[in-house]
């Protein structure tokens, strides 16, 4: 009896802080492109995964489908900053402090919707440096 191959699986992305701008920036770029829910289409994640190649320092180069997946997460965080900043009462949201989260009244809704939303972690007293590109970027 001979035994099934095993499937590979791909290696896993490693992403840096120069190629996630660059994607950002370069997805920014072709915004006109931007279909339902955010997406766009395989070339684009083709196009970005040649143009951020050069900032690649770990990992393997990134292909279309991480640069997908890897736009699918910045989305997912950019609406959970803006459910957090629109939607949840008696918050604060800019680009430079985050929540800015100061006193215990601050720091109970913050603890409460982090339950859920730990993605925004990071961001609890310091802003993210894509959300100006993401909001031009993303319909509202």
């Known amino acids: ?3 099934e ?25 072709q915004r006109s492109k931007i279909g339902d829910g955010g997406k766009f289409r395989s070339q684009v994640y083709s196009e970005a995964a040649t143009t951020i190649a050069n900032h690649r320092t770990l990992g393997p180069m990134k292909t279309m489908n991480q640069c997908k997946n890897k736009w699918q997460s910045l989305k997912n965080l950019y609406y959970v900053i803006e459910n957090y900043r629109l939607r949840t009462s008696g918050t604060h949201w800019d680009n430079e402090i985050g929540a800015g989260i100061e006193g215990k009244a601050a720091s ?3 603890d409460a919707y982090m339950e859920k939303k730990v993605v925004m972690r990071p961001y609890r007293n310091s802003g993210w440096q894509l959300y100006p ?6 319909p509202s």
Do not use: G
């Open 133 to 138: 590109l993401m909001q031009e970027t993303l």
């Open 1 to 3: 009896m001979s035994e």
């Open 5 to 29: 191959p095993k499937s590979q699986k791909a290696p896993k992305a490693i992403w840096n802080d120069a190629e996630t701008d660059a994607l950002v920036t370069y997805l920014h770029s």
């Open 108 to 110: 109970n809704v913050w």
